[in-house]
């Protein structure tokens, strides 16, 4: 799976996990909830230091944004 799918994928599954909605992980990554939205639907890709703050506010590692979800 292309990385930036990939990342689209694990960030609404664990937004949704973490019972956050876009707006509130925006607010709390200090992010635009439009750049949300655009990162969940592939429009963009995130930086690193994006990645980071994201995992952070989701209290996962940055590496399992990135990682493909074994079925």
Same mark, same amino acid.
């Given at each position: 799976?292309?990385?930036?799918?990939?990342?689209?994928?694990?960030?609404?599954?664990? /937004?949704?996990?973490?019972?956050? +909605?876009?707006?509130?992980?925006?607010?709390? *990554? %200090?992010?635009?909830?439009?750049?949300? !939205?655009?990162?969940? /639907?592939?429009v963009?890709?995130a +930086?690193?230091?994006?990645?980071?703050?994201? *995992? %952070?506010?989701?209290?996962?590692?940055? !590496?399992?944004?990135?990682?493909?979800?074994?079925?």
């Amino acid at each position: 799976m292309e990385i930036r799918k990939t990342f689209a994928a694990n960030l609404k599954r664990y /937004r949704k996990i973490k019972g956050l +909605s876009q707006e509130d992980l925006a607010h709390q *990554a %200090e992010l635009d909830r439009t750049y949300i !939205s655009a990162l969940e /639907r592939c429009v963009y890709a995130a +930086s690193i230091d994006v990645v980071g703050r994201i *995992a %952070e506010v989701l209290e996962v590692k940055p !590496s399992e944004l990135l990682a493909e979800q074994t079925k």
